[in-house]
Every structure is written in C-alpha cells, then in structure tokens.
C-alpha cells in the first residue's frame, strides 16, 4: 500500500513559486520589470498593475523605461512607484517615466538579506503546517486500521524525505537571491 502525497507535493509547489515570487519584488540593485509587478495604479476608478496600462522595458543595468499608452497616466504611475516606497527615484519625461535604481549601500543590503531570511522561514512555516496535516491524516487512519503501523513509519519517511527536498529548494532559492544583492 501506498500513500497519496499528490496534494502535499502539490501544496509545496505553490510554496516555491510563493517564495519565487516574493524574492523577484525584492531589489537587488538591477533595473527588473519583476519589481514593479506589485505596484497598483489608479486608472479609471480601479487599480491595475502598471504591466496593465503601460508597455516597461529595461534601458540599462540601473534603469527603467515606463511608457503609458495613455500619457493621463504618468503622474498616476509615478504617485504609485512612490507610495509604493521601492527605494528607486522616477524621473517623468515626454513619453513616459524614467526609473532609476540607486546602487544598495551596505546597510540595505542587511536589510535586504534579513528581508530574505525571514521570507524564507515563511516559507519553511508553510511547508512544516502542511506536512503536520499530513501526519494528522496518517495518523487517523492508522487509527482507523486503514493503514499498518509498518506503514505508517513508511509514510512517515517517506514525508519526512519530501519535506527535505522541499526545504532545500527553498532554501537554495533564498541563497541565490543573497547572493545576487551582495554582487
């Protein structure tokens, strides 16, 4: 017999791509699209994500071109990146909106890796949530004599050795992104 950790394995996926996410809107001292993703901006009574009104290209290594296809919409996306308090200044211009990306001092770095870490312990949270889950429903229905005890220590090894590789992801996730602020 064997246990079905489809939904588990399933469950951890999306936590990665959380944490994916969650990692691309953290600034690393390169201009990148990603980190606008999260600004909302006003357009005709209703908040839309910049990609939604405006086309945004990266210029160089430090800096960002929006451009609105409806020019109404400069200073509401400037309003937006600055309340959005990114730590990127905007400069508005003709066509669009410039963003430029300062180089990280070393004390937002710190912030930056601390930013990292704590992300990642969520992430490690959700997945130790998910596998108590897990352990609960084996253990009902070890309970219940639907599964053996030999197999519930199976099952429980078997768990033990996807929350490892899961956790690994994660945490490998989380030391390329420290790497890429301490470039």
Do not use: C
Request: hydrophobic share 40%; aromatic share 6%; charged share 35%.
């Amino acid at each position: 017999m064997s246990y079905n950790f489809s939904l588990f394995n399933l469950r951890t996926a999306e936590i990665e791509d959380w944490l994916k996410k969650e990692f691309s809107s953290i600034r690393t001292g390169k201009a990148s699209p990603l980190l606008l993703d999260g600004v909302m901006v006003e357009s005709f009574g209703s908040r839309v994500p910049i990609k939604h009104i405006a086309t945004i290209v990266t210029e160089d290594a430090k800096t960002l071109r929006i451009t609105p296809w409806d020019r109404n919409h400069v200073k509401n996306i400037e309003g937006a990146i600055a309340t959005a308090n990114l730590g990127v200044s905007t400069a508005p211009d003709s066509t669009g909106i410039r963003v430029i990306f300062p180089d990280l001092t070393s004390e937002r770095r710190l912030l930056l890796a601390k930013a990292i870490k704590e992300k990642l312990e969520e992430g490690k949270v959700s997945i130790r949530k998910e596998r108590e889950k897990i352990i609960i429903d084996i253990e009902e229905k070890t309970k219940n004599k639907e599964i053996s005890e030999d197999d519930r220590f199976q099952f429980k090894d078997d768990l033990q050795k996807i929350v490892e590789n899961s956790t690994a992801k994660l945490t490998s996730l989380a030391e390329a992104k420290e790497k890429e602020i301490n470039l």
